[in-house]
């Protein structure tokens, strides 16, 4: 019980780099000199960092268990969180702080995987994965709610958020040493030419970095759109978000039984979601219309997430697990950091660039990407 109490636990404080999109358009406001774009690398450096955090994991599992690197993930993240929230006078210095939470991002989304692979398997496997990727949502879920309401106090009150990570620490410390590693000493696979020749290794990452490319619209652009509509403050889009955030968790929590009926077509499945929820944002300018954006979004990552990460454990052989997931998953945060300069011409193309217009285009993307997983997922049930 304790070893599945410290996987959630990290679960829940993976996400903690995005509690300033709440926050987006109040922190804008604080640092004039900075264009839009620049001000949003505050929510993507972060994921340019986690790549750095992620290709590690595979070298350093050869010396350090993973719980050891669950902890050394857990530190980085509060560092983080503290050097941002006294950075309200240097963006800078904020920018430079979101390296560490990215880098401690990269660590703890590449080992908590590997946690529940290693202690887990067959049909609990699937469950506990659904399990542990509720608890990211569920995560979210709290630190919008309350990163919103901080933030409406200042901006800067939305990295008190970052304290749930001592928590964390702290449970981490208290489970068992012997869930340490099964990873034999031994070079990573990254140098290993079966690795690289893996189809499912490609597949997985640029559908991945698709993906996450179009999902990110909803950390980047929900402040921007609500309030530059003027339909709230970053409370509004705290609450909205963790409603959102809600849906996720519990399509997360009920995966083992969704993905037992959708299969191999689950990922397809996401990307119609993601399309459904992107369109109502973009067609109808309104509180509800962002919220069913918000909603299709994570409904969306609450599928993808757990069905990426089952994919990334039983696409090669055990030794090369590590190395697989950190190729994947770097492919997925270079699609997150990508995302604001992918996405933004994407809406000028249907319009003036505004919000809504980033949205629909988005949404057409989006629905695009699900028919190429079907087409796929149905040649691949040819073979």
């Given amino acids: 019980m304790r070893k599945k109490a410290a996987i959630f636990s990290i679960c829940f404080v993976t996400l903690l780099y995005l509690a300033p999109s709440v926050a987006m358009a109040d922190i804008v406001s604080a640092f004039p000199e900075a264009a839009e774009n620049a001000v949003m690398l505050i929510l993507t450096l972060p994921s340019l960092a986690g790549i750095f955090g992620i290709v590690t994991v595979p070298f350093l599992t050869v010396r350090f268990s993973l719980r050891s690197l669950s902890l050394l993930g857990l530190l980085l993240t509060l560092l983080g969180g503290t050097v941002s929230f006294f950075s309200t006078g ?22 908590f995987p590997l946690l529940v692979h290693e202690d887990f398997s067959g049909p609990e496997e699937n469950r506990v994965m659904g399990v542990a990727s ?31 990570a001592l928590i964390a620490l702290l449970l981490v410390l208290l489970s068992p040493k012997k869930a340490a590693r099964s990873i034999p000493q031994r070079r990573p696979a990254f140098f290993e030419a079966s690795l690289w020749t893996n189809r499912a290794l490609w597949g997985l990452s640029l559908s991945g ?5 179009l999902y990110y619209l909803n950390s980047t652009h929900a402040s921007l759109y609500i309030e530059g509509y ?25 995966f083992s039984r969704i993905y037992r009926k959708t299969g191999k077509y689950t990922f397809a499945l996401a990307c119609v979601i993601l399309c459904l929820g992107y369109l109502a ?12 954006g918000l909603i299709g979004s994570s409904a969306a990552m609450g599928l993808f997430t757990p069905y990426l990460m089952l994919k990334n454990t039983s696409s090669t052989l ?18 997150y950091f990508l995302s604001p300069s992918l996405t933004s ?17 988005c949404s057409f993307t989006s629905l695009l990407l699900a028919v190429m997983l079907f087409l796929a997922a149905q040649r691949q049930k040819k073979r």
């Fill in 281 to 292: 944002a973009g067609v109808s300018v309104s509180l509800a219309g962002i919220l069913a």
């Fill in 209 to 213: 970095l698709a993906f996450t490319v």
């Fill in 90 to 111: 240097s963006f800078g210095l904020l920018a430079a702080s979101s390296v560490l939470t990215g880098i401690a991002y990269g660590i703890l989304s590449t080992v």
């Fill in 318 to 335: 055990p030794e090369q697990t590590p190395a697989l997931t950190a190729v994947v998953l770097s492919f997925v945060n270079l699609g």
């Fill in 345 to 361: 011409p994407m809406g000028r193309l249907l319009g003036n660039g505004s919000p809504a217009s980033v949205f629909l285009a």
């Fill in 134 to 164: 509720g608890f990211l949502h569920l995560g979210r879920f709290v630190t919008m709610l309350v990163g919103g309401y901080l933030a409406d106090i200042h901006w800067n009150y939305v990295y008190l958020t970052f304290g749930f």
């Fill in 230 to 254: 003027q339909l709230g403050t970053a409370s509004t889009t705290g609450l909205l978000s963790a409603a959102a955030c809600v849906i996720a968790g519990g399509i997360s929590f009920l």
